[in-house]
Structures are given as structure tokens and as C-alpha cells.
């Protein structure tokens, strides 16, 4: 486990802790803290480096002032970090979820962004659907202005059931392939339903 108390820049850190498990995760076999950690590119500067190995009997301790060390952190995953999900490319949204699942890490929220990136434009093509009812159904149900009406209320719901859908597909634990696209299902079969009752 990596505890960073202060990100600096993308490649400057500070009040760093390293916790390094036993097997099982029957207690704690080294406690790390670094300094400060700063990028070249090829690696990481570390400074003030205090390690703490508990062995059965005794508390073994060691400090350095200076290490080289380049597989400390990838810098990219500290970039992608520190951006709201919403505002990151594809891209880099799978790159973290690669990360995430390789630490196994809980990923459902970044997954959830991902997929909804490719739900979202089919969305308008359902909330079309959903609109040809009121467009091409019959005057006797009432007048355009209650149909205008009554579709605006259809979209209104679609929006909360998708929104409502993608929320509790996260504290429920569904997939988030099928809460980004299981709302679109059930509005795409009602408005299949609706279609073939204007024919």
C-alpha cells in the first residue's frame, strides 16, 4: 500500500509511506517512508528514506539519504489520478482500470464512465424512438401540446431511471457494463412497444 501525503506536480511527491504485507496478510513486514520522490524521466530521486523490517523478535531499521529507484511509480497513473474520471480520454480510463484490477483494486467506477461513454450516444437514438409515439400517434388521445407535454415527462424519467440505473448498479455491485446500457434496453422494448401500437 503507497500513502502519498502531498502530490507536488506530476513528477514531485512528498510524505511518502511504503506498506509492505506478509504473506496472507498476516501483519506488517516493512514499513517504508520516503521523503521526497521527484521524476527525471528514467526513474525516481528518492531522499530521506526510512525502512522498518518487523521480524518476530525485534524491529530491524535502516536510513538512507539518497536512492535510485525506477519502478517506483509510473508517472502517467500519477497524472491520471489526480483528473476527474469524467474529464479523462477512453484511453486513459483504461489504462487506470488495467492499473486498478492489477493492485485489485475496486475499478466499478471508472468502468461504469467508460462504458457509458458508448451507451450515451445510443441513448439519443432510444430517446428518438421514444418520440415518434407522440409525433406520428393519433389526435384522439388529445391535442399536440398534451403530447409535447407528456413526451417531455418521458424523457424526464429516462433520464432519472438511466441516472438512478448507473448509481445503483455501483453500491448494489452490477456489472457496470449493465448499468450503462440495461436502462437503454427497457426504454428501447417500451418504445418498440408503443411503435407497434401506432401502426
Known sequence: IIYIGKVLTKDS????????????????????????????????QLTDINTSKFEVTRVQKDHQDTQKDNAFLDPEI??????????????ELKTIIDHQKENQLKTDKYELIYWKRYS?????????????????????????????????????????????ANELGIVY????????????????????FFLNRIR
Open 173 to 192: 455491485g452490477f456489472s457496470p457494463l449493465i448499468s450503462a446500457f440495461f436502462p437503454l434496453f427497457i426504454f428501447f422494448l417500451v418504445s418498440l
Open 13 to 44: 511527491l512528498s510524505d511518502i509511506s511504503i506498506y509492505t504485507f506478509k504473506e496472507e496478510y498476516a501483519g506488517l513486514a516493512h514499513l517504508r517512508t520516503i521523503g521526497t520522490a521527484i521524476s527525471d524521466g528514467n526513474g525516481w
Open 120 to 164: 450515451v450516444p445510443l441513448s439519443a437514438l432510444v430517446m428518438l424512438m421514444l418520440s415518434m409515439p407522440f409525433l406520428f400517434g393519433s389526435n384522439r388521445g388529445g391535442g399536440a401540446g398534451q403530447r409535447v407535454f407528456i413526451g417531455i415527462i418521458v424523457g424526464i424519467v429516462f433520464s432519472l431511471v438511466s441516472r438512478s
Open 78 to 91: 500519477l497524472t491520471v489520478a489526480n483528473i476527474e474520471p469524467e474529464q479523462l480520454s477512453s484511453t
